[in-house]
């Protein structure tokens, strides 16, 4: 089962749970006359609603490629969660309210053996579901379903405190109703605006984990002819589609043919391990003993021996085209990146006097 089919069904169980549990609570709520927790049932009904936003997202986001989209419709899925998120947002939100109107104008709870029964069910299944969905939401790194889950934890957790602070009143006399509501719903719109962030960076474009960089640093510097990586830039269009690019160190002496084959297995490599449309570029690293070669020994020297750059790659020297380029990255040090590059440009010219030098600063836009 593939990870749309398997975020689906789990969709589907908390709907169907939903359902059975509202249908529980009508049919206790019609027999015992308790308009409350026939109410209440309705309402488990809309709790459904999440669980229904997600499975149409995930459908959605399955649609084909077109001239339009040319990357597919993957981002779908990360506006069901900004939808669920929002949900549990507003709901957090409107339990604060209603909290802290207790607070001021507490009213003494009312329950029947009847009512305890269908609460404690509720919470247990609540609990049960909601961990379940959002356990599976992040093996399966979907954001819609883990706030569909946590959608769930919370409203067995405000039901919890409901049947708590009742306790309490009972016992002691004490009103906690509004002061446990009220903290609770703190934590929820915490936790909503939390669950926001998510799929809010990655519509943005979040930068990858350290540990895929990493990753996929080492992978691809095992392969034979490989010298250095950098420029590892990836773009998500969702959970299944990513589109990246790279560059690498290939010694001048590596033919046009040799590369074409190495960059082809990498790319290849790329998409079979981790779903990536990779684009290899290369740069070129003199060899021999000859003046580009020893123009890159020092320029290379002269700007690694900067405390605020972090790497130098990308070395270039045409006698032709009376050029010579580097790329430079610096660290957040540095904020006028055109001063920045004048300042070494003039470092570097006297290197190769007549010489059109070109300092490229650069960003690591991986880490």
């Known amino acids: 089962m593939n990870r749309s089919s398997q975020i689906i069904r789990t969709s589907w169980i ?28 309705v309402n488990n009904l809309s709790d459904a609603l999440s669980s229904v936003i997600t499975i149409v ?16 419709f993957g981002r779908i899925e990360y506006f069901s969660a900004i939808i669920i998120a929002v949900i549990v947002l507003s709901a ?44 599976m939401g992040e093996q399966l790194k979907s954001d819609a379903l883990i706030a569909s889950g946590s959608d769930a934890l919370f409203d067995a957790i405000i039901t919890l405190a409901t049947l708590v602070s009742a306790g309490v009143m009972l016992l002691w006399g004490v009103s906690l109703d509004g002061i446990l509501g009220a903290l609770i719903s703190v934590v929820i719109i915490k936790a909503g605006i939390e669950m926001l962030t998510s799929p809010v960076n990655e519509l943005l474009g979040t930068s990858i984990s350290a540990e895929l960089t990493k990753q996929i640093v080492k992978e691809v510097s095992d392969f034979e002819g490989v010298h250095g990586v950098f420029d590892l830039i ?5 959970p299944d589609v990513k589109i990246g690019s790279l560059h690498i160190n290939v010694y001048d002496t590596m033919s046009a043919y040799d590369i074409h084959g190495l960059t082809r297995k990498i790319s290849t490599y790329m998409y079979k391990e981790h779903g990536i449309i990779m684009t290899v570029g290369v740069y070129a690293v003199a060899t021999g003993e000859n003046r580009r070669a020893e123009l890159q020994s020092k320029v290379m020297q002269s700007l690694a021996a900067h405390k605020e750059i972090v790497q130098v790659h990308g070395f270039y020297y045409s006698e032709k085209d009376n050029m010579l380029s580097v790329d430079v990255i610096p660290d957040i040090s540095v904020h006028d990146d055109n001063a920045f590059a004048s300042q070494l440009t003039n470092e570097i010219q006297p290197l190769v006097p007549g010489t059109n030098v ?9 880490e």
Do not use: C, W
Not at 57 to 68: I, N, V
Not at 102 to 127: G, N, R
Not at 358 to 366: C, E, F, G, L, Q
């Open 57 to 72: 997202g995930t459908k959605l986001s399955q649609r084909p490629a077109d001239h339009k989209h040319p990357f597919g």
């Open 14 to 41: 908390g709907i169907i749970t939903n359902v059975l549990l509202a249908s529980f609570k009508a049919v206790v709520g019609i027999l015992a006359s308790s308009v409350a927790i026939v109410m209440d049932a």
């Open 358 to 366: 070109v300092i490229v600063v650069d960003h690591n836009y991986s």
């Open 92 to 135: 957090g939100i409107t339990s604060l309210i209603e909290s802290v109107k207790k607070i001021f104008d507490p009213t003494e709870p009312s329950y029947t053996t009847t009512t305890l029964i269908v609460i404690v069910v509720a919470i247990v299944v609540k609990l049960v579901l909601g961990q379940y969905v959002k356990k």
């Open 234 to 238: 990836l773009h998500n269009y969702g």
